[in-house]
């Protein structure tokens, strides 16, 4: 699998997290090449201030079937924490699906068709790493719906 890492630096430098970022990017192509045929990627990793999940400190994003982002925030206090909870490298899985369908029957254009895509590269990136769900892919409560 042929992917290439573009930094992303106008908005900050990432030298000091560039190695572990790097490696994170790694773990998610050696797991992917397992299950998928080989295709080439292009992956944008920048630093924006608040442009996260604030939970993690981090974000994805999918454009194309040739190109997705990561967006770190190392000033958010959960980003140190994303790097070694496997944060980067599920996140990076859960875009590479959606490139992967971009290629294919496509994200959708209604609510329903965007929760089955989110969905299942949810449960991609979770199978890859037999992770348990992320915050966001689990119903509320009435309490905590409160």
Same mark, same amino acid.
């Given at each position: ?28 192509? =050696?797991?992917?090449?397992?299950? +998928? ?30 190109? @997705?982002?990561? =967006? ?26 959606? @490139? ?9 254009? =209604? +609510? ?25 892919? @689990? ?8």
């Amino acid at each position: 699998m042929d992917w290439q890492v573009h930094w992303l630096e106008a908005e900050g430098d990432l030298a000091p997290w560039r190695e572990r970022i790097a490696a994170e990017i790694e773990l998610a192509r =050696t797991a992917v090449a397992g299950v +998928l045929p080989p295709f080439r990627l292009d992956i944008l990793v920048e630093r924006v201030t608040g442009a996260v999940i604030p939970e993690v400190g981090t974000a994805g994003r999918a454009y194309r079937p040739s190109l @997705c982002g990561l =967006t770190v925030d190392p000033l958010n206090p959960n980003f140190a924490a994303s790097l070694d909870t496997g944060d980067i490298r599920r996140t990076i899985a859960h875009e590479v699906h959606h @490139c992967r369908r971009f290629a294919g029957p496509g994200y959708g254009r =209604t +609510l329903g068709e965007a929760i089955v895509s989110e969905g299942l590269a949810g449960q991609f990136a979770g199978t890859l790493f037999a992770a348990p769900p992320e915050p966001w892919e @689990c119903a509320l409560d009435d309490t905590a719906l409160r």
